[in-house]
């Protein structure tokens, strides 16, 4: 900075210093206005944050499908299956099929392609219900989600192999497994059948924080593709061959296509929809594209603020450039240039709202934690964020000192002089 | 130094209204010459076109040879900070800075280094006899005091023409008498000097005296 340029920022500072309460009601303004765009900006990037490492834990290549039991309203006649002496009992076949799988493998075959078995029966620990669901998965299945083991090992092709009864557990689930009085390995009770507990994973699976995980032949081989459901008066038969489907694409291109492709095929199997087609990479640019437009109200929001305080700056200082005509006089008298007390008056003005700057950055950089703490959403504060609130100051200060300092500047320097 | 040729000033109030009618003046490089006249005379109005402020409707002013109307504003004012010291009948120092601020101000237009305007403005307040009162602030002083402050200020450019306006106008006799002694010593150091007064006992201190009636300037015998 050149000595003349640290001279005019000094003395615009001390003539500013003179009038502190003024001073300090000036850029108020200012500073709400960029404590409202940083906290805005922060808030906006943790919830962008936060959509994208939740759908990337999906697997921003993978399409899944699930099998979901359809509405009994939806269903035809023939699906209603009521025989036998036993009235009221019906068998209701749904989900994804075999079939879907071959048509899927032959139609996809550059997508690797993971059934899971959805377990029906419920889990249990020391007799009290787990909520969890349980999946019989293939020992690779975790490699197509963003998972990390805790403890212990993961499922291993000698535990398909086999039909171990060996289970693979949700960190959220370690409390209610790890009872003092367990002294040994621990167990989990999945219907009436006992597992050793053999890892404790963490994974971004779709609802894998609630999900016990089984080697998928023993799951099958052990509970079967049918489940009973017994109500007063009646009894219902479930059948799914496969609960859950996962195609995993190399790139997004070829995403793309095997999503168009497994959507014409479960389109064309399934007339009743009795599946869940997910393709997170759709549900991101959804999400961001919502997520853009929330950001640009509150930057809106946040701009309206910095423009109201732009427009305090402006008023104050039309004020006290008429307040100081005399001064203009005696300084264009003693050989100051219009530019000189332009750039005299405009220092003055970004001075002050880049002072309102910093301290919004500041309030802003509290601000976000709070809120955090507050609502529970998360907020990231970015340098790129805190630069562009300065810089956001800094021609605030410019474009709303321009007309106070213009002003000055076209003063004329007689008439000022006898405004003494 | 200064040659008015047929200098006149008009305003366009209401039919317009000529305050100066083509005045004819040249200044030398150690004139000291004073202007007299009564109120509305057109005194002051001379004093801000020989001060480059204003600039005449009609006629040419050169400074040097070189015809000023033909400046921009920023090679005006260039040349009014290089060349012209101003002294005010109402001082006119900013309240909000120290005597010795005040006296480097003018420097401060001219990109003059921090360490060469202290050193420079302390000499100005030394050569009025006020090295004593650098840091203090302007309603401090005297008027007395003031007005040397004022004086330090023009002088600290080292300019050819010291431009006054009354400057004794608001000071008592003793310390008119003692800035009108500064102004003497100002013109045997060489300094080219116009005063503007209205009082025939500050005109008798003044070698070459003009009178101004009615925007008509006559110079008075010697």
């Known amino acids: 900075m050149s000595p003349w340029v640290l001279d005019l920022f000094t003395a615009g500072g001390r003539n500013l210093l003179r009038h502190k309460l003024r001073s300090a009601l000036t850029l108020l303004g200012v500073f709400f206005g960029v404590a409202a765009v940083i906290t805005m900006l922060g808030i906006g990037e943790g919830a962008q944050?936060?959509?994208?490492?939740?759908?990337?834990?999906?697997?921003?290549?993978?399409?899944?499908?699930?099998?979901?039991?359809?509405?009994?309203?939806?269903?035809?006649?023939?699906?209603?299956?009521?025989?036998?002496?036993?009235?009221?009992?019906?068998?209701?076949?749904?989900?994804?099929?075999?079939?879907?799988?071959?048509?899927l493998r032959s139609a996809c075959p550059e997508a690797e392609i993971r059934v899971a078995h959805r377990v029906k029966a419920s889990a249990y620990a020391y007799g009290e219900r787990l909520d969890a669901d349980v999946l019989g998965v293939p020992p690779d299945y975790f490699t197509l989600f963003d998972s990390k083991l805790i403890e212990g090992r993961w499922l291993h092709p000698f535990d398909s192999l086999h039909f171990r009864s060996v289970a693979l557990i949700?960190?959220?689930?370690?409390?209610?497994?790890?009872?003092?009085?367990?002294?040994?390995?621990?167990?989990v009770k999945i219907g009436t059948y006992a597992f050793e507990v053999v890892g404790i994973q963490r994974t971004m699976a779709p609802r894998?924080?609630?999900?016990?995980?089984?080697?998928?032949?023993?799951?099958?081989?052990?509970?079967?593709?049918?489940?009973v459901k017994r109500e007063a008066g009646s009894m219902e038969f479930t059948r799914t061959q496969?609960?859950?489907?996962?195609?995993?694409?190399?790139?997004?291109?070829?995403?793309k296509r095997t999503a168009a492709v497994v959507k014409r095929t479960m389109e064309r199997n399934h007339p009743i929809v009795d599946y869940a087609l997910t393709v997170p990479v759709e549900i991101l640019e959804a999400r961001q594209r919502t997520q853009r437009i929330l950001n640009l109200v509150l930057l809106v929001i946040a701009g309206i603020s910095l423009l109201v305080g732009g427009i305090g700056i402006m008023n104050i200082m039309l004020a006290v450039v008429t307040e100081r005509i005399p001064e203009i006089g005696i300084r264009r008298a003693i050989g100051a240039t219009e530019r000189d007390i332009l750039f005299q008056f405009l220092a003055e003005t970004i001075t002050l709202s880049t002072l309102g700057g910093v301290l919004g950055?500041?309030?802003?950089?509290?601000?976000?934690?709070?809120?955090?703490?507050?609502?529970?959403?998360?907020?990231?504060?970015?340098?790129?964020?805190?630069?562009?609130?300065?810089?956001?100051?800094?021609?605030v200060g410019v474009f709303f000192g321009l007309a106070p300092a213009v002003r000055a500047s076209k003063l004329d320097p007689v008439d000022a002089l006898r405004h003494g | 130094m200064i040659r008015l040729e047929q200098v006149t000033k008009q305003y366009d109030m209401g039919g317009g209204l000529t305050v100066l009618h083509a005045l004819n003046l040249d200044i030398g490089d150690n004139d000291y010459?004073?202007?007299?006249?009564?109120?509305?005379?057109?005194?002051?109005?001379?004093?801000?076109?020989?001060?480059?402020?204003?600039?005449?409707?009609?006629?040419?002013?050169?400074?040097?040879?070189?015809?000023?109307?033909?400046?921009?504003?920023?090679?005006?004012?260039?040349?009014?900070?290089?060349?012209i010291?101003?002294?005010?009948?109402?001082?006119?120092l900013l309240s909000s800075l120290s005597v010795q601020e005040n006296v480097e101000l003018p420097l401060h237009y001219q990109r003059v280094g921090k360490a060469e305007r202290e050193q420079r403005a302390r000499e100005a307040?030394?050569?009025?006899?006020?090295?004593?009162?650098?840091?203090?602030?302007?309603?401090?002083?005297?008027?007395?005091?003031?007005?040397?402050?004022?004086?330090?200020?023009?002088?600290?450019?080292?300019?050819?023409?010291?431009?006054?306006?009354?400057?004794?106008?608001?000071?008592?006799?003793?310390?008119?008498?003692?800035?009108l002694e500064v102004f003497d010593e100002l013109h045997q150091a060489g300094k080219a000097i116009v005063l503007i007064t209205h009082d025939p006992a500050v005109a008798r201190r003044i070698p070459r005296i003009y009178h101004i009636v009615d925007g008509h300037l006559h110079e008075a015998p010697p």
């Open chain 1, 361 to 395: 950055c500041l309030a802003g950089m509290i601000l976000v934690p709070l809120t955090e703490i507050w609502t529970g959403w998360n907020g990231v504060i970015t340098p790129s964020s805190v630069i562009v609130s300065l810089a956001v100051s800094w021609v």
């Open chain 1, 49 to 103: 944050r936060s959509v994208l490492q939740e759908i990337s834990g999906l697997g921003l290549n993978n399409i899944l499908i699930d099998s979901v039991q359809p509405d009994a309203s939806q269903l035809p006649d023939s699906q209603r299956n009521t025989t036998g002496r036993r009235r009221g009992m019906r068998i209701l076949e749904y989900g994804v099929t075999d079939t879907d799988v071959e048509q």
């Open chain 2, 85 to 92: 010291g101003f002294i005010f009948q109402s001082f006119h």
């Open chain 2, 125 to 179: 307040l030394q050569s009025v006899s006020l090295s004593h009162r650098l840091h203090h602030r302007p309603n401090q002083l005297s008027g007395g005091e003031r007005q040397r402050t004022a004086i330090a200020r023009a002088l600290v450019t080292r300019p050819d023409l010291i431009l006054a306006d009354e400057p004794t106008g608001n000071l008592d006799q003793k310390t008119g008498q003692e800035i």
């Open chain 1, 170 to 187: 949700p960190e959220s689930l370690t409390a209610s497994i790890r009872h003092p009085r367990d002294g040994g390995h621990p167990h």
């Open chain 1, 242 to 255: 496969i609960g859950q489907v996962v195609l995993h694409c190399e790139d997004e291109q070829e995403l």
């Open chain 2, 33 to 83: 010459l004073g202007i007299l006249g009564p109120s509305g005379s057109g005194k002051s109005t001379l004093l801000h076109i020989l001060g480059l402020l204003d600039r005449p409707s009609a006629g040419r002013y050169l400074l040097h040879g070189r015809d000023t109307g033909a400046l921009d504003d920023s090679e005006r004012s260039r040349l009014r900070g290089r060349m």
């Open chain 1, 208 to 227: 894998g924080n609630r999900t016990i995980y089984i080697p998928f032949e023993t799951a099958e081989q052990v509970f079967g593709t049918s489940s």
